[in-house]
């Protein structure tokens, strides 16, 4: 069974592993080696080597601003990342000299189509934030509407208050946010809204909250409820890949899976994305539809060189020709 | 202290619990359910417990059920806090009620002191849902390395547990194992031994 889990899974903490057994990302025996990672590697240590090891495991937050830099575009947004990282960073220095602390809260709005960066982003934070000593723990809990509207009456608090207990010391992000303003008066979204805005004013030290959605969705539910556009003070646009973009992030995806793209392909590829700009993106979501492609083309090279009856050199089984991606979007 | 009981879907995981409170000497059980986040509590005769919590033919514990039990191990009484989780299905399962229960299960075992890891006998080196799997080997290899974890081989009354049993002892070498049958109560005497020794 855990073959089917991708290798990439890295959990931070024992709550996220936790959040992706909930979410169908992880089987039990997966998890468990996952969770038995995190309880047996500090019982065999020291507690002299356990903080020496913390100290090591900590991220300066360089390394995250790195990684940040390495997404492709986004420049607004890396811009405001390090707004944020400078004003926490003197905030903790005014503090050292004794001044009074400018209590701001970070909760944010991500608005912006799908596959344009933004639980991307969001992870990020999380590890900015914990490299910053702004939360505990830094790890992201993704939930959606269902996830905090209950059924009847009294459900939705206890079932909020569950998925915020998780995300507290870390990032609840929560996708297609403008849902839970959808049902109008009655519906209990309003009362999720709720127990949210509590929880931010209480856990205002160690939880991070992230809206997300559509622009054009998030800018009507925030427009509904006043008292989120006062709380919510970092607004992020998440813009549309433009072709040459996408084919950046490409060329990233093949690189990242030892594969490369021949010049025919990167040719085609740059064409089909920029005659079809603005017509998909509502819909196919822009990175993750170039990684469906790739992931198309990757199959098909498979099927083409397995029907070849030469020997394959190295170079053959990296070559992605465009031949390869001819199909992939149907 | 906490005990949890956790295995695949119908292994007896209930009726092992309930039968060993019996065992001991215990009259009845506080048995705390939660459903949709709303925590009931009750109190249940054996008798009843036996009756409204365990099915012969489909896994019945579908929630997180808590029961307080009083075991008279040793000289002191200990108050334990028995939790009996609903069955893990192997790999992932499509339903999400069902994994969110998965998850509070396994975050209850990570929390407990003392776990007991029920597989079945009867089911082993077959094909039937309840024998040993991958997740299974994996919660093994995870106890090793603690003092509480014990693998029960349950349903050592049926035909084949003998077969089974090897299969089990070959599989799971060097895991703590008792042999036990929630329904004769075999092995109960060995189990009681060894929760003995963990707790003084």
């Known amino acids: 069974m855990s073959d089917i889990v991708s290798p990439e ?7 996220e592993v936790f959040q992706w057994i909930h979410v169908g990302r992880l089987a039990p025996d997966r998890a468990i080696e996952l969770l038995s990672g995190f309880q047996t590697a500090p019982a065999l240590q020291t507690s002299a080597t356990r903080r020496e090891r913390q100290d090591q495991e ?8 790195a990684d940040l830099d390495r997404l492709v575009g986004l420049d607004d947004i890396k811009r405001v990342v390090r707004d944020i990282r400078a004003f926490v960073e003197v905030q903790q220095l005014r503090e050292d000299a004794g001044l009074r602390r400018n209590q701001q809260s970070f909760h944010m709005v991500f608005s912006g189509a799908p596959g344009t960066g933004k639980t991307t982003v969001a992870r990020l934070m999380g590890r900015l934030f914990k490299s910053l000593d702004v939360l505990s723990k830094g790890h992201l ?14 459900h939705t608090a206890q079932k909020a208050r569950e998925v915020i207990k998780r995300a507290t010391g870390g990032v609840l992000f929560v996708d297609e946010a403008y849902s839970l303003a959808r049902g109008g008066e009655k519906d209990f979204g309003k009362e999720a809204i709720d127990t949210l805005v509590a929880a931010m004013e209480n856990l205002r030290e160690d939880l991070l909250v992230i809206l997300a959605g559509y622009p054009e969705e998030m800018a009507w539910f925030m427009g509904t409820n006043p008292g989120l556009l006062s709380r919510f003070a970092i607004r992020l646009d ?15 995806m093949v690189q990242e899976r030892d594969y490369r793209l021949a010049p025919d392909a990167e040719a085609g590829l740059l064409r089909l994305l920029s005659e ?10 822009n990175a993750r539809m170039v990684r469906n492609l790739l992931e198309h083309a990757i199959r ?3 099927v083409r060189l397995s029907a070849r009856r030469t020997p394959l050199t190295r170079h053959d089984l990296m070559q992605l020709a465009w031949s390869d991606f001819e199909g992939g979007l149907s | 202290m906490q005990l949890s009981v956790v295995g695949k879907p119908n292994v007896g995981k209930t009726l092992l619990l309930i039968n060993f409170a019996a065992y001991l000497g215990l009259r009845d059980l506080q048995l705390e359910v939660e459903e949709d986040g709303i925590r009931r509590t009750q109190r249940l005769s054996l008798e009843r417990a036996r009756r409204d919590l365990v099915s012969l033919y489909a896994p019945k514990t579908t929630h997180l059920q808590r029961m307080t039990l009083e075991l008279p191990l040793g000289r002191q009484h200990p108050v334990i806090r028995a939790v009996d989780t609903p069955g893990i299905p192997e790999g992932i399962s499509p339903d999400a009620e069902r994994r969110h229960q998965t998850a509070i299960a396994l975050e209850q075992v990570m929390a407990s002191d003392l776990v007991l890891h029920v597989v079945d006998a009867g089911a082993a080196g077959t094909r039937r849902p309840e024998a040993a799997g991958a997740f299974d080997v994996a919660l093994a290899s995870w106890g090793k390395a603690r003092s509480g974890y ?19 002892k070959e599989r799971f070498r060097g895991t703590a194992l008792i042999p036990v049958s929630a329904v004769t109560r075999r092995g109960f005497r060995d189990l009681k031994g060894w929760a003995q020794r963990i707790l003084l």
Do not use: T
């Open chain 1, 9 to 15: 899974l890295n959990p931070s903490s024992v709550e």
């Open chain 1, 58 to 65: 900590r991220e300066s937050p360089d390394a995250v601003l």
């Open chain 1, 141 to 154: 809990v993704e939930v959606e509407r269902a996830d905090l509207v209950g059924e009847y009456i009294g």
């Open chain 1, 238 to 252: 998440f813009p549309d890949y433009d072709a040459e973009a996408l084919v950046q992030i490409a060329r990233r």
């Open chain 1, 276 to 285: 079809n700009q603005g017509y998909w993106h509502k819909n196919a979501g």
């Open chain 1, 300 to 302: 098909r090279q498979a």
């Open chain 2, 150 to 168: 014990c693998l029960i081989a349950n349903k050592m009354d049926k035909p084949g547990s003998q077969d089974g049993l090897r299969l089990i």
